[in-house]
């Protein structure tokens, strides 16, 4: 009996040790990868000199999340094109701020969702934003009806209506005292978005439990913004934190507002009738496209993919817009100048109308210059990133192998003093016709650049020209000197300390 036990006991324990010193050799193959591979992205990231870097923080400990956008736009100034940062001892990436680094990256398809894009996954899932590959090219390929131009030319109205409740709210609000600015336009361009993309009216401008959602963006925001500065990039230890319970928490949150949109709308579309009044329509909205187009095998997107895509957009669609409008505010405040000149321009146009239509858009060239100056200054998306899906070399020789990590500092192209004069000068007449023949390609990049491009990159444009044209013909901007901005780059660009301004009623 125990002759018969240890001869099946011998043979599993031989499987058992052998199963061991596989998986040893396996570990040890992996690390051997990791070190030949890190080894080789080391080597290449030497080509790029940077500020020296202390052996455990790397470069955290000299940057803080106010302080960023401005050492970063100084270190660009030392390293000329770009250079390394390392986020603690084993994470590097490569900081990019010329225009000519930059249009070889952005040309790239390829955006694995790796970090910092897998840290927005459990909040706006698999959307356009992180997607990659042939699944990117059917989304972009799908989504891009959405945005033609007898679609666009449709919402000019009802971004007209969404500006005027702020501006009714801000008129009971400015008797003699300043506005916070960037909350009650995080809300009308969330009003908006919903109005024109969804076709839902959510009468959020008005209802104050519509602010949960707003929060949460802005929560999300800087949850995620955190986990990258601290490179907390371990998924099983990051969700056991505070801030990762956090997260989770405020996804629901955010979750809970997108599901209710989609539910709303697939139970009108359960309605043979309506489905068929939305499918005759000659242009569909963006929820429409969603839920009703289907790719050559007749299979629609999964809910998975849908929500993905609402909540990319819900979020891409309002806060990028909102941080764009508040810092144009901000700078016609501070230059009245050229706020009087947007002034005269839009009462030429608009007469004594008081609800923008379409064709007045690509009248304002003149406050189109100061959109675009104030975007230069404070672009809405300060910093975008990439992996290299393939070796890339630059037009200098310098080179990165496959896998590097890439932070594309818009904020530092737009004042790079090698391509802007004057840089940190508000000069609209940088976008005349004559002076933007000559520049570089990619020294704007507001909306990025290349296949990757913004997709909602001209609805944001008419928002913007809206919500000004409308602004300007009831009120005049007035900086308020005691509570300057405090630049904080999360996902957008923010101030820590809200945007303040007087608001004084043109009568």
Known sequence: MVSLLDNIARPSAI???????????????????????????IKALEAFPGPPKHWLYGHNHLITAEKMLYQ???WGEEYPYAFHRWHGPVMPSLIIHHPEYAKV???QTDRKPKIPYRFLAPWIGQGLLILEGPKWFQHRKMLTPAFHYDVLKSYVTLMSDSVKVMLDKWEKKAERKSVELFQDISLMTLDSIMKCAFSYNSNCQTQSNSDHY????????????????????????YDWTHKGREFQDVCKLAHDHTDKVIKERKMLLSSEKELDKIQKKKHLDFLDILLCTKDANGVGLSDEDLRAEVDTFMFEGHDTTASGISWLFYCLA???EHQQRCREEIQGIMGDRDTVEWEDLGKMTYSTMCIKESMRLFPPV?????????????????SLPEGCHISLSIFGIHRN?????????????????????????????????????????????????????LTLLRFELCPNASKPPMLLPQLILRSGNGIHLYLQKIH
Not at 19 to 31: A, D, M, P, Q, Y
Request: a positive charge; glycine letters at 4%.
């Open 15 to 41: 499987i058992l040790q052998l199963s061991v010193v596989l998986g040893v050799i396996f570990v040890l193959l992996k690390v051997a990868q990791f070190y030949q591979k890190r080894k080789k992205l």
């Open 72 to 74: 970063i736009q100084s």
């Open 105 to 107: 990256i952005l040309a």
């Open 214 to 237: 707003i929060r949460a963006v802005y929560d999300l925001s800087y949850l995620v913004s955190h986990r990258i500065r601290n490179f907390s990039f371990t998924d099983i230890f």
């Open 334 to 336: 501070l230059h009245p």
């Open 382 to 398: 300060p910093s975008v990133s990439r992996y290299t899906s393939k070796p890339v070399t630059f037009a200098d020789g310098r």
């Open 417 to 469: 003093r090698d391509v802007w004069e004057d840089p940190e000068k508000y000069d609209p007449l940088r976008f005349s016709p004559e002076n933007s023949s000559q520049r570089h390609s990619h020294a704007f990049l507001p909306f990025s650049a290349g296949p990757r491009n913004c997709i909602g990159q001209q609805f944001a444009m008419n928002e913007m020209k809206v919500a000004l044209a």
